[in-house]
């Protein structure tokens, strides 16, 4: 099984920039980390009217388009939309996936909370809720806190998490 943490917070909050970071650091230390995004709006995967867009309309339940460098996978996610069975569907190749968004959906989260964004948390420690990237210490103070600067830690606690020992 492959090790899926999840980053949530409201819009704003610094979700995405705290996974680059991450990303950065994760791979720096020689680990291949794939990455999960939960978008709430209407995204065209595929340009209508092109190859791979004429097989999934045609009845493909996935459909692939492979460059020399790259490659896109536009599949069928209806019935496996939660961050941990989509990695363990497409995901294998990697040691950890780090989703963003998905805050109602199960599986451990670290949650990007600030003062200035003046909202309450997104998740209960009983939503999967193992740590706090903040400036507000008083939030939950039963779990571990970590700056929004504290990268390497927060690396760290998260291959502490792994199971197979990263």
């Given at each position: 099984?492959?090790?899926?943490?999840?980053?949530?917070?409201?819009?704003?909050?610094?979700?995405?920039?705290?996974?680059?970071?991450?990303?950065?650091?994760?791979?720096?230390?020689?680990?291949?980390?794939?990455?999960?995004?939960?978008?709430h709006?209407?995204?065209?995967?595929?340009?209508?009217?092109?190859?791979?867009?004429?097989?999934?309309?045609?009845?493909?339940?996935?459909?692939?388009?492979?460059?020399?460098?790259?490659?896109?996978?536009?599949?069928?996610?209806?019935?496996?939309?939660?961050?941990?069975?989509?990695?363990?569907?497409?995901?294998?190749?990697?040691?950890?996936v780090?989703?963003?968004?998905?805050?109602?959906?199960?599986?451990?989260?670290?949650?990007?909370?600030?003062?200035?964004?003046?909202?309450?948390?997104r998740?209960?420690?009983?939503?999967?809720?193992?740590?706090?990237?903040?400036?507000?210490?008083?939030?939950?103070?039963?779990?571990?806190?970590?700056?929004?600067?504290?990268?390497?830690?927060?690396?760290?606690?998260?291959?502490?998490?792994?199971?197979?020992?990263?």
């Amino acid at each position: 099984m492959t090790n899926v943490f999840t980053v949530v917070g409201h819009s704003g909050s610094g979700k995405t920039t705290l996974v680059e970071k991450l990303l950065r650091e994760l791979s720096g230390r020689g680990l291949r980390v794939a990455t999960i995004k939960h978008a709430h709006h209407k995204v065209v995967l595929d340009t209508p009217g092109k190859d791979s867009y004429r097989y999934k309309q045609a009845g493909a339940v996935m459909s692939m388009l492979v460059t020399s460098s790259e490659l896109q996978l536009v599949a069928d996610a209806v019935d496996r939309r939660d961050p941990e069975q989509l990695a363990e569907r497409f995901l294998g190749e990697a040691d950890l996936v780090l989703a963003e968004g998905f805050s109602h959906s199960p599986g451990a989260k670290i949650e990007v909370l600030r003062r200035d964004n003046g909202k309450p948390p997104r998740c209960a420690i009983e939503d999967g809720l193992i740590a706090i990237v903040t400036d507000v210490e008083e939030t939950y103070p039963q779990l571990p806190h970590f700056g929004l600067e504290d990268i390497s830690e927060i690396a760290q606690f998260l291959l502490d998490r792994c199971d197979g020992g990263l």
